[in-house]
């Protein structure tokens, strides 16, 4: 405890004034207001502008349109749509799409360029070559050039429906994307799911019980029995009592397409791919960049305690190097969500491409549509950086305790 | 000191957005610019596509070409600017061009909520289907589970969702941005059909790497009348372009060519006096000249030597008149009469 010197309260007045105008006091706050004043004004004649233009020119402004039917259809859709739901759904839909591949996206974007960071800090000529010719290969070619690269040089490449690439006549694979069989729910799905999930939870809580041991009393206890008992056991009693959880439908060649099974469509494929593999380029030399910033006598101290090279990474270097990882990583993870709005390049319907695409043209509504659209990836950006920001002030806490 | 400057940086630029409304003389802006500003396609052979010197031709790109010959005597004076379908319209609404001359079908909502107005038809067109002879397939109701390219912001998308609902026939829709972009997708195999207005289907067909293997199916599913478009609020301009093509359907009419022009106005038909600007004032009631019909006849011909020679059977594309032939020939191309 360190001892404080007191001082005075400050008096109420004073303390407004602090907190309204800073260091400059009563001048800080009015130059405060009237800046906020001329903001407002600003954005009050823009608003007022715009609408007396649009209606000069009679074209429609507002938010009614969204309730009127879209009349289009859409490839790939999460959610049930078809052309004569309104724009609202078109919207969601788009939204989804856009959610489904940056997520995804980030996931594979994160493990590839760990690997490669990695690889490139190896020991091994080999492989530290093969991570640097990696990132500057990757890192220096345009984006748009490698979703190009991906969707007509690699995936178009495949034969058509009528010359899949059959494995075991369950899995297709061509030109129209990968064909998978399709689960579909029998009777014995809901026990098996609620059976799966108490595993789960049990298997934490064993989890949980064994760390608290170790770290307490020194004991180590073996869990992969238990854990493996309790995931894959329980789900099989279950099975066994209620029947099958579910079947699959195997696709089959119809007409021009497969019809049945669940399909994962090219565009899909080649945004996703091309999205992971360049931010991970840029990951990789964050995740360099953090490793590199941990000093080495840590390692050399995880050595001389008898840990091999992986293990000093895992438990001393990278823990270590994450409050230095985690502020750039933000910002690739957020690149990668914007970036994902290249799609209409390929085709793959999301937010840009179906809703500031073929919405503005149907209705002609730009200045909503944009702004709507704005908004979205606004709370994208904002939310992606508040975890993330969570999550390095966890790291921080945890590093300092 | 730098604090007053910068407030007052930012009240003349809030002054500056506040006064610039929209403009009602489109004509006076182009005179003063020296220049009309004519949005087109990014390139569709037979309507609006550079050719390797840069030079625009086509049916749509004619029409600004006898607007700036009305309005300059001078059909050079046209800076066009390709768009994609879907950013057209904002293109026409911000003012960034003055007419819209891009294979655009009329209907009503764009007549309408988009804030601009067509002025009249230049080519009548349906949407049509094309595939790879391979499939053999023969009507587009064989087309059941097929996979279909179309250009996303076209009527096209939703004629196709039509079709395919109203005749309970399953597909899969793949839209891309660009012409280019979705013929690509096509000939890669990414899908079965290429549909597009029926014209567009023999223009890109042209640009296929075998045009041979690939046939255009006999239905026209749907009515694709195409013309140029003007913003809403200005009534002068508005009757200048529609009476630009107005006066090249007539003169094709009366019989009025490239050629015979000069001869023309030696005539003394009443007729042929009062349009080729001999008699009367016409051309000045538009905010023209009277000789407007004279320098548009010159510089790109009649409507039926512009369509013979950008998509007619002496072009490469080949199409027949039909119903793009006047009405007293037995087609449907009607303009009012010039008196």
Redesign the interface.
């Given at each position: 405890m360190s001892i404080e010197p007191r001082r005075p309260p400050l008096q109420f007045v004073l303390r407004l004034k602090r907190a309204l105008g800073g260091k400059a006091g009563w001048n800080g706050l009015a130059?405060q207001i009237?800046?906020a004043a001329?903001l407002a004004?600003?954005a009050y004649?823009?608003v007022?502008?715009a609408r007396?233009?649009?209606q000069?020119?009679?074209?429609?402004s507002g938010f009614g349109f969204l309730n009127y039917n879209a009349?289009?259809?859409?490839?790939q859709s999460l959610i049930a749509y078809t052309?004569?739901d309104t724009y609202w759904r078109v919207f969601f839909v788009g939204l989804l799409n856009t959610l489904l591949v940056s997520v995804i996206g980030i996931f594979f974007a994160t493990v590839i360029g760990f690997v490669v960071a990695l690889c490139r800090l190896s020991p091994n000529w080999l492989v530290s070559r093969i991570g640097g010719i990696y990132v500057e290969t990757i890192r220096n070619l345009p984006l748009l050039f490698q979703i190009l690269f991906w969707y007509?040089a690699v995936l178009?490449a495949l034969p058509?429906p009528r010359q899949s690439i059959s494995i075991f006549s369950t899995f297709f694979l061509n030109?129209?994307g990968l064909i998978v069989p399709r689960a579909v729910g029998e009777p014995g799905l809901d026990p098996f799911l609620a059976v799966l999930a108490v595993g789960i939870i049990a298997a934490l809580g064993v989890r949980h019980y064994a760390r608290r041991a170790l770290f307490q009393r020194g004991q180590m206890i073996r869990i992969w029995p238990y854990v493996l008992g309790l995931i894959v056991g329980l789900p099989l009693v279950a099975t066994l009592i209620f029947g099958w959880p579910f079947i699959f439908e195997v696709p089959q060649l119809?007409?021009?397409?497969f019809?049945g099974g669940a399909r994962v469509i090219?565009?899909f494929v080649a945004l996703t791919v091309a999205l992971s593999t360049y931010t991970a380029s840029f990951i990789a030399e964050i995740v360099r960049a953090g490793i590199m910033s941990v000093h080495k006598g840590q390692m050399e101290a995880g050595a001389s305690l008898g840990l091999s090279r992986g293990t000093a990474l895992r438990l001393i270097v990278v823990p270590q190097a994450m409050r230095v990882i985690v502020p750039p990583l933000t910002n690739q993870y957020l690149n990668l969500t914007k970036n994902s709005s290249l799609a209409?390049?390929?085709?793959y319907?999301d937010l840009v491409?179906?809703f500031a695409?073929?919405a503005?043209?149907?209705?002609?509504?730009?200045i909503e549509i944009i702004a709507m659209t704005m908004g979205v990836y606004l709370l994208l950006s904002l939310t992606t950086s508040a975890v993330m920001s969570i999550y390095g002030w966890r790291i921080n806490r945890s590093l300092a305790a | 000191m730098k604090?007053v400057s910068l407030?007052l940086t930012?009240?003349a630029?809030?002054a500056a957005?506040?006064v610039?409304?929209?403009s009602a003389q489109t004509l006076k802006t182009i005179k003063d610019r020296g220049m009309l500003s004519c949005g087109v396609s990014q390139g569709l052979p037979g309507f609006s596509s550079p050719d390797d010197k840069g030079n625009w031709t086509g049916i749509d790109v004619d029409v600004c070409r006898a607007l700036a010959a009305a309005v300059f005597n001078d059909p050079t004076k046209v800076k066009f600017v390709p768009l994609s379908?879907?950013?057209?319209?904002?293109a026409l609404?911000s003012g960034e061009i003055d007419v819209l001359s891009r294979n655009t079908t009329w209907t009503v909502?764009?007549d309408?909520?988009?804030?601009a107005n067509f002025t009249g038809v230049t080519y009548y067109d349906g949407q049509g289907f094309m595939v790879k002879k391979s499939?053999k397939v023969n009507s587009a109701l064989e087309?059941?589970?097929?996979?279909v390219?179309v250009q996303?912001?076209?009527t096209t998308?939703?004629n196709?969702?039509?079709f395919f609902?109203g005749n309970n026939m399953k597909?899969?829709?793949?839209?891309?941005?660009t012409v280019d972009?979705t013929v690509?997708?096509y000939e890669?195999?990414?899908c079965?059909v290429f549909t597009d207005d029926a014209s567009g289907l023999y223009a890109s067909r042209l640009k296929l790497a075998n045009p041979a293997d690939h046939v255009v199916l006999p239905e026209i599913i749907s009515k694709e009348p195409l013309g140029p478009m003007v913003?809403?609020?200005d009534d002068q301009w508005f009757d200048i372009v529609k009476w630009t093509l107005f006066a090249m359907i007539n003169a094709e009419e009366l019989g009025v060519t490239q050629k015979n022009v000069d001869e023309m106005l030696k005539s003394d038909k009443p007729e042929l006096k009062r349009v080729l600007g001999t008699d009367g004032n016409l051309g000045e009631q538009l905010g023209l000249t009277k000789d407007w019909v004279v320098r548009i006849v010159k510089s790109v011909g009649n409507y039926g030597e512009t369509f013979e020679r950008n998509v007619g059977t002496g072009s490469p594309l080949g199409i027949a008149r039909g119903v793009n032939n006047l009405w007293n020939k037995g087609g449907i191309q009607y303009a009012p009469p010039i008196r």
């Open positions: 130059v009237a800046f001329i004004w600003i004649e823009i007022a502008n007396a233009n649009l000069t020119q009679h074209i429609a009349g289009f259809d859409v490839s052309n004569s007509l178009a058509g030109n129209r119809k007409g021009f397409n019809a090219p565009e209409v390049a390929i085709g319907p491409s179906v695409g073929t503005v043209s149907q209705t002609g509504q730009a | 604090r407030a930012l009240a630029a809030a957005l506040s610039q409304a929209a379908a879907k950013d057209r319209f904002t609404q909502s764009r309408t909520s988009l804030g499939l087309l059941n589970s097929a996979s390219c996303t912001g076209t998308e939703q196709l969702a039509d609902k597909y899969e829709v793949i839209a891309f941005g972009e690509k997708a890669s195999g990414r079965d913003r809403h609020g």
